[in-house]
Nanobody, 121 residues
Framework: EVQLVESGGGLAQPGGSLRLSCAAS????????MSWFRQAPGKELEWVSS????????NYSDSVKGRFTISRDNIESTLFLQLDSLKTEDSAKYYC??????????????GGQGTQVTVTS
């Protein structure tokens, strides 16, 4: 069965960095595009970034472009999101999911609980 488990969130200062991980199991990881979404309290779920199966093509929302980097380890079936130059507006719960800009696993039994990122001085 498909399972996604996010980790790596925490508290950071503006300008700081965090690295998020998403451990995937139950499916052939390399065969899937993967994405990160985030949701701040009271706001809609927002797409952050997507990456192709081989890790060669990535896309980012304008709000994180140049600051965040998505990557993947297909041997370990793990998706990553490096968060640099953090801003207070990056504070949110971050979720990983299969698909290109797709939130197919979020809010389902397949998806994880997300990992909280809080940026504050």
């Amino acid at each position: 069965e498909v399972q996604l488990v996010e980790s790596g969130g925490g508290l950071a200062q503006p300008g700081g960095s965090l690295r998020l991980s998403c451990a995937a199991s139950g499916f052939r990881f390399i065969s899937y595009y993967m994405s990160w979404f985030r949701q701040a309290p009271g706001k809609e779920l927002e797409w952050v970034s997507s990456i192709d199966g081989n890790g060669n093509v990535a896309n980012y929302s304008d709000s994180v472009k140049g600051r965040f980097t998505i990557s993947r380890d297909n041997i370990e079936s793990t998706l990553f999101l490096q968060l640099d130059s953090l801003k207070t507006e990056d504070s949110a719960k971050y979720y990983c999911t299969r698909g290109w800009k797709s939130k197919m696993d979020i809010g389902t039994p397949r998806g994880g609980q997300g990992t909280q990122v809080t940026v504050t001085s």
